[in-house]
C-alpha cells in the first residue's frame, strides 16, 4: 500500500525567504511522486512530477524536488517566497500497478510580507 | 493533456436527494477517477471507473451511495445519493495522460 506523510500541515515563512515543504512516501514499488497546489476556489495545478528520470525536478513557478531514495523524501523547494505562493500544497504518490493518486494531507503555505 | 469538463461545478441540495456530477474529457481514455475533498481536507479518491466494467471503490464507500456509470472513453458520471449534510464536499473527476493526472475544476456541494 502506498502512503503519503506531509510534515506540517502549516508553514509560514517571510517573502524572499526560502520556502521547503516536506514530504516521505511509502510504496512497496518504484513511485512516481508529484506536488500538486491548490489555490484559494480553484482546481488542482501540477508543479512537478517524478517519474524515475532525473532525481532533482524542476517545475513551474521556481519550485523544484528532489527525489531521496534512501529517505524516502520528496521535498518540495523554492529559493525566495513571493506572496503570490501563498497556498495549498500536496504531495502525491503513484505506481504503474495502481493508477490513482494517494495525496498527503496538504500544507498550507502563508507567506508574510 | 487532457481537458477536463465538469458539471455542475457548484450545488446546494436538499438532504434526501441525489446529485449527479458529469465529467467529460476532450481524449478517451481508459480510466477515470473520482475523488472527494472535504472541507479543509486533502483528496481521498472514492473508484476507479473503467469503459465497460463495474467501477471499483475504496475502502469506506459503497456503489449504493456512491453510483458511478461510465458509458464511453470521453464521459462519466458520479452521483450522490441519499445526501446528507456530511456529503458536503468538493467532487473531483481525474485522468491520466501520459504519467500526469488532470483534474477537472471540482463540483462543489453544500448539503443543507
Known amino acids: 500500500a502506498q502512503s503519503v506523510t506531509q510534515l506540517g500541515s502549516h508553514v509560514s515563512v517571510s517573502e524572499g525567504a526560502l520556502v521547503l515543504l516536506r514530504c516521505n512516501y511509502s510504496?512497496?514499488?518504484?513511485?512516481?511522486l508529484f506536488w500538486y497546489v491548490q489555490y484559494p476556489n480553484q482546481g488542482l495545478q501540477l508543479l512537478l512530477k517524478y517519474t524515475s528520470a532525473a532525481t532533482l525536478v524542476k517545475g513551474i513557478n521556481g519550485f523544484e524536488a528532489e527525489f531521496k531514495k534512501s529517505e524516502t523524501s520528496f521535498h518540495l523547494t523554492k529559493p525566495s517566497a513571493h506572496m503570490s505562493d501563498a497556498a495549498e500544497y500536496f504531495c502525491a504518490v503513484s505506481d504503474t500497478g495502481r493508477r490513482a493518486l494517494t495525496f498527503g494531507s496538504g500544507t498550507r503555505l502563508q507567506v508574510q510580507p | 493533456s487532457a481537458v477536463i469538463s465538469q458539471k455542475p461545478s457548484r450545488d446546494i441540495c436538499q438532504r434526501g436527494t441525489s446529485l449527479t456530477i458529469q465529467c467529460q474529457v476532450d481524449?478517451?481514455?481508459?480510466?477515470m477517477f473520482w475523488y472527494r475533498q472535504q472541507p479543509g481536507q486533502s483528496l481521498t479518491l472514492i473508484a476507479t471507473?473503467?469503459?465497460?466494467?463495474?467501477?471499483?471503490?475504496e475502502s469506506g464507500f459503497v456503489i449504493d451511495k456512491f453510483p458511478i456509470s461510465r458509458p464511453n472513453l470521453t464521459f462519466s458520471t458520479l452521483t450522490v445519493s441519499n445526501m446528507s449534510p456530511e456529503d458536503s464536499s468538493i467532487y473531483l473527476c481525474s485522468v491520466e495522460v501520459g504519467q500526469q493526472a488532470f483534474f477537472g475544476q471540482g463540483t462543489r456541494l453544500t448539503v443543507v
Open positions: 471507473a473503467n469503459q465497460g466494467s463495474e467501477a471499483t471503490y
Open positions: 481524449s478517451q481514455v481508459t480510466m
Open positions: 510504496s512497496s514499488v518504484p513511485p512516481y
